[in-house]
């Protein structure tokens, strides 16, 4: 391994093809994360046709950390394989930083930083021919579906490419499907060596079995010069494919979770005959309902179809059926005696979103005034007599009345501006003298609630009081009074 680092001026490197160079670039970086930025760096050697004529190039994609304000210093390396087949003193090296905000980042073109200097290789060895013997029969490595259970044993050749005669090493290992090792074989030719251009065998010791289906691996390495061992050829790769002996049965496993239990799945687990369909059916208990299949099966039908060609597990779930939620409306009149209000529908319980509809009906010589209660509830304060209530809560609805009273005739004279209260309606002087109407039922001309604390009671005679608050629209606040919750009743006794 060389290294080179362009971030300053290169001193002159000699390889040798195979050789790996690994090159260092180096920049500084403000802003965010940048996943996709891209180092891309190459050897070349100028020709008449291009100066910057590339022999390698390396793309590497890399991440660039977030780097806030001042940034960070970014170093950058890649491997460089020197190819064979160069030799020479004027091989130059770049290297650039690309795909980043702005222009790509580029250093020099150093020319002649490199020489190549020519390797004449002492060992050299093909492995030539690779067998699996399976039983009595024999297929070319990799062989493709070889019958389950079969014993198999390996044979191996090296050829000899060198021109003298040289000694062979073997070391294979052999592994199953599961990546577990079955055979791990070592050894060395005996004499005569192998003359150049023959070959020698190497063979499995023993016999190991193919006793499961699927890729079975194989790793060689063909090896010369004993004393200092030199790996000449190698294969790693598949050794063989072990085709499965088809199954007469499959197994079905049924499985009910404790979080989703409330019933049961019939046929139950136990082996089916294999490439045939078994009819699920879901069978909720009392109380539960079925949600749906989970595992091989999907779907919340009761029956599922499934299609016994391998293993399978299916999961059922159940759960109790939901009880619906309902809420309370209580209605009460303030003050007593002034009128009444309907409720359609009328009932002791509404279900969640059902829509209640009130009417309010005043007594004679009364009027209805507002809806007021407790908790606040869409519509509360309104002055319409009819209001539509979507039960999302236990309400408390108190509507209230007022009497009707014929306010006392305004003085005939006034100052032109004055305003006064008559009642709870509001009067302004007019510009020739005279009380106008100016507003009935105003605010400012409201008599104060009575006083009282909420959740105190009092007895009125035999009746029982307690103080509850509500929503005044004219006061524009929650204000308490005195509101009747049992007649005749014991407390007042």
Request: with cysteine; hydrophobic share 30%; net charge negative.
């Amino acid at each position: 391994m060389h290294t080179i680092n362009l971030a300053v001026y290169p001193q002159v490197l000699t390889v040798a093809p195979g050789d790996t160079i690994k090159v260092v670039t180096e920049f500084d970086y403000v802003g965010p994360e940048l996943k996709d930025a891209r180092m891309i760096s190459a050897i070349w050697h100028p020709t008449l046709l291009d100066p910057h004529n590339e022999i390698v190039r390396g793309n590497k994609t890399f991440t660039i950390p977030s780097s806030p304000p001042p940034g960070n210093h970014i170093t950058v390396t890649m491997d460089l394989l020197v190819p064979s087949g160069e030799v020479g003193t004027d091989y130059g090296l770049y290297s650039s930083i690309r795909d980043v905000p702005g222009p790509d980042i580029y250093t020099d073109y150093y020319p002649s930083l490199i020489t190549i200097v020519e390797v004449v290789p002492e060992f050299k060895g093909t492995i030539s021919k690779k067998e699996l013997e399976y039983n009595e029969s024999r297929a070319s490595i990799p062989a493709y579906n070889i019958p389950q259970d079969k014993e198999g044993k390996v044979h191996v050749w090296g050829r000899n490419d060198t021109a003298i005669n040289q000694k062979f090493g073997i070391h294979w290992i052999v592994k199953d499907p599961d990546g577990v090792v079955v055979e791990d074989y070592e050894d060395w030719e005996g004499w005569p060596n192998t003359d150049p251009g023959k070959t020698h065998e190497f063979i499995s010791p023993g016999r190991f079995d193919l006793n499961k289906p699927g890729t079975w691996t194989i790793g060689i390495s063909l090896a010369m010069n004993p004393e200092s061992p030199v790996q000449v050829a190698s294969y790693a790769g598949v050794l063989c494919t072990v085709k499965a002996v088809a199954p007469t049965t499959y197994h079905l496993s049924i499985f009910v979770p404790s979080y989703a239990a409330g019933g049961y799945v019939e046929p139950g687990s136990g082996d089916y005959p294999a490439n045939t369909t078994v009819k699920l059916t879901a069978h909720p208990l009392s109380g539960y309902q079925f949600t749906g299949w989970g595992g091989d099966a999907s779907g919340t039908s009761l029956t599922y179809n499934l299609y016994m060609n391998s293993d399978k597990n299916v999961e059922a779930y159940f759960e109790k059926v939901p009880v619906p939620v309902e809420y309370t409306l209580e209605v009460t009149v303030e003050p007593l005696a002034t009128g009444y209000v309907t409720k359609s529908p009328s009932k002791a319980k509404y279900s969640a979103g059902e829509v209640v509809s009130l009417t309010a009906h005043p007594y004679s010589g009364y009027e209805f005034d507002h809806w007021g209660g407790y908790p606040p509830y869409p519509g509360v304060g309104s002055t319409s007599p009819t209001l539509n209530i979507t039960m999302s809560d236990n309400w408390w609805v108190v509507a209230a009345f007022q009497k009707k009273e014929a306010p006392p005739p305004p003085p005939p004279e006034c100052t032109p501006g004055a305003q006064k209260c008559v009642g709870s309606d509001l009067y302004s002087c007019s510009g020739e003298g005279r009380w106008v109407l100016a507003e009935k039922n105003a605010p400012q001309c409201a008599p104060p609630p009575p006083e009282c604390t909420p959740g105190t009671q009092k007895c009125v005679g035999s009746d029982l009081y307690e103080c509850r608050s509500h929503y005044d629209a004219h006061a524009g606040e929650f204000v308490a009074g005195w509101v009747l919750i049992e007649r005749n009743s014991p407390k007042c006794q």
